[in-house]
T-cell receptor, first 116, second 112 residues
Framework: DAGVIQSPRHEVTEMGQEVTLRCKPISGHDYLFWYRQTMMRGLELLIYFNNNVPIDDSGMPEDRFSAKMPNASFSTLKIQPSEPRDSAVYFC??????????????FGAGSRLTVL | AQSVTQLDSQVPVFEEAPVELRCNYSSSVSVYLFWYVQYPNQGLQLLLKYLSGSTLVKGINGFEAEFNKSQTSFHLRKPSVHISDTAEYFCAVSALYSTLTFGKGTMLLVSP
């Protein structure tokens, strides 16, 4: 398996522009997570899906952020309009819940976003 | 809710020396515990996990961790580190059917 695939790896954009980050989870995994990593706040869970349905989006910072999962093999995180404080590394992770009830996450390589 | 405290933000160590990275957690219910490693400009990679059973867990790259329920700790150890172990290490906790909560991370700096 190729693992969790994220694109783009790097994105530089100007304030006010729309940004779309993409994620392809591992085939067969039924959970998908979006995290944001910054120096100040560490790793923050933004939203997660189970079987393509958003379960908890309480970590999404503002209405400017939205996430979709139209099918089991694709998810997007969109920021519109982007602001400099959105600059961070955004990670996608997927998992298959074990019988024990634990989720063991596999992370993608991340998308580094810089908003000027 | 669960929380994780990684007591050291940075741990400098010489090559071939032993290392321990500390992790304490807080939870009112039974937990699952994880250590992830992040190399520069990469995603997080699972080092090891404790789900149940033996409290001593062995992971990849010679790392191991011990679950101590009474001290609510899950410290990561390696008897002899290499330069290539230089990375950031994250401890994480989850409860049954809950999401992962990560610590702030510990930067392991291995020098020759």
């Amino acid at each position: 398996d190729a693992g969790v695939i994220q694109s783009p790896r790097h994105e530089v954009t100007e304030m006010g522009q729309e940004v779309t980050l993409r994620c392809k989870p591992i085939s067969g995994h039924d959970y998908l997570f979006w995290y944001r990593q910054t120096m100040m706040r560490g790793l923050e869970l933004l939203i997660y899906f189970n079987n393509n349905v958003p379960i908890d989006d309480s970590g999404m910072p503002e209405d400017r952020f939205s996430a979709k999962m139209p099918n089991a093999s694709f998810s997007t995180l969109k920021i519109q309009p982007s602001e400099p404080r959105d600059s961070a590394v955004y990670f996608c992770a997927s998992s298959l819940r074990l019988l024990s009830g634990a989720n063991v996450l596999t992370f993608g390589a991340g998308s580094r976003l810089t908003v000027l | 809710a669960q929380s994780v405290t990684q007591l050291d933000s940075q741990v400098p160590v010489f090559e071939e020396a032993p290392v321990e990275l500390r992790c304490n957690y807080s939870s009112s219910v039974s937990v699952y515990l994880f250590w992830y490693v992040q190399y520069p400009n990469q995603g997080l990679q699972l080092l090891l996990k404790y789900l149940s059973g033996s409290t001593l867990v062995k992971g990849i790259n010679g790392f191991e961790a011990e679950f101590n329920k009474s001290q609510t700790s899950f410290h990561l150890r390696k008897p002899s580190v290499h330069i290539s172990d230089t990375a950031e290490y994250f401890c994480a906790v989850s409860a049954l059917y809950s999401t992962l909560t990560f610590g702030k991370g510990t930067m392991l700096l291995v020098s020759p």
